[in-house]
């Protein structure tokens, strides 16, 4: 839990009486549940003056991916920081005692557990995208890299082994070079036409 303001930090805190963005930390798997009691405890307990409800999120991303069962792209949204949150607030004694009486949240992210503002230009991006808002470019996961080894799984190759030299997400297909009659070649395949050595059973 969020440990008590000292001294300093409540001096801090009365220069500075605007809404600033911080970093949360809290239980990994269950940031949203934590944003949900959030935004509850705060109107219950009437700070919607220092405290922006609509600016509690959990930073997320588009992730894009590569199905291999039916052989198409999707994108998916996945945390961007698991274990955090974000909000936008006054941070006095109210809201300070609020976030540490919150189940499931924990220390604002910084040294030993001091609130550290946010640049507002940073947030407020990790927000926009979150909230898509503004278009950001999935980040790309493949099954697959290159120096891979994989079996052909389909095919006319079916059964002979390569290795990946080179992916193309937007085609879904890889280059894989091998052994085909003495002779070593590359072979453009499909992402469902071979498999990594190491998860076969």
């Known amino acids: 839990m969020a ?9 801090a805190l009365a220069q500075n009486p605007v809404p600033s963005w911080y970093i949360l930390k809290c239980q990994v ?9 959030l935004k509850g405890r705060v109107i ?4 919607e003056k220092y405290v922006d409800v609509d600016k509690i999120f959990a930073p997320v991303t588009n992730v894009e991916s590569f199905d291999q069962k039916s052989g198409k792209k999707r994108v998916t949204r996945e945390k961007k920081f698991p274990g955090y949150l974000m909000m936008k607030m006054i941070l006095n004694e109210d809201t300070w005692f609020l976030i540490r009486e919150t189940p499931g949240v924990g ?3 910084g040294s030993s557990g001091r609130p550290v503002p946010m640049k ?11 909230m898509g808002i503004d278009e950001v470019a999935p980040t790309v996961q493949t099954p697959y890299a290159v120096g891979d080894n994989v079996k052909i799984i389909d095919g ?3 059964g002979l082994e390569g290795e990946v030299t080179a992916i193309n ?6 280059t894989v070079s091998m052994l085909l ?6 072979f453009l395949l499909d992402f469902s036409q071979v498999v990594k050595k190491e998860v076969e059973g």
Not at 169 to 174: A, C, H, I, R, S
Not at 181 to 186: A, F, T
């Open 29 to 37: 798997n269950r940031e949203d549940k934590c944003v949900r009691t």
């Open 181 to 186: 009659m003495g002779n070593l070649g590359e």
């Open 3 to 11: 440990s008590k303001l000292d001294e300093e930090d409540l001096q």
């Open 169 to 174: 997400m937007d085609n879904g297909t890889v």
């Open 107 to 109: 220390d604002f992210a």
């Open 156 to 158: 006319e190759w079916q």
């Open 120 to 130: 507002t230009s940073e947030a407020e991006q990790l927000y926009n995208e979150a």
């Open 44 to 47: 219950q307990s009437g700070l």
